[in-house]
């Protein structure tokens, strides 16, 4: 009888840490929303806190490389959806020349052209292979 009490514990345990590293991942995808609309509002980078900080564009990539590319590796990065104005910022802040008169909407038709990246919301892009996998961000279809 107690090894059946204990065998019951232990599965019983092992069902509640699955539900509590569940909880844990939507709320650091709340976070993460949180830190982005914070960063939209004042126009400035957040601090990502859930992973040691934000990563910035590696030296190589400024000026030379091609502007998918560096979209790609801002939103690799940034390991979530990204706004095309919040994109276009960290690109600019990175040092990428971005041609034409409206540096955002280049950036958006980039985007649009590219098979790498997916619309996912209201002017939101993710990586393609990102919007594949669970995520706590509702994708538009």
Do not use: C
């Not at 065998?7 to 069902?15: F, G, P, Q």
């Amino acid at each position: 009888m107690a090894d059946y009490i204990v065998k019951r514990l232990k599965s019983d345990l092992a069902k509640a840490e699955e539900q509590v590293r569940h909880w844990q991942d939507i709320a650091d995808g709340f976070r993460k929303t949180i830190m982005f609309y914070e960063s939209a509002m004042s126009g400035v980078e957040a601090a990502d806190t859930t992973s040691g900080g934000v990563q910035m564009l590696p030296a190589a990539r400024k000026g030379g490389s091609k502007l998918p590319d560096a979209i790609y590796a801002v939103l690799r990065d940034a390991g979530m959806p990204l706004h095309f104005k919040v994109i276009t910022q960290r690109l600019l802040t990175q040092g990428v020349t971005i041609p034409g008169k409206d540096q955002s909407k280049n950036v958006g038709a980039h985007m649009s052209t590219d098979d790498r990246f997916k619309n996912v919301d209201r002017g939101m892009w993710a990586l393609a292979e990102q919007t594949k996998a669970a995520s706590p961000f509702p994708m538009a279809s």
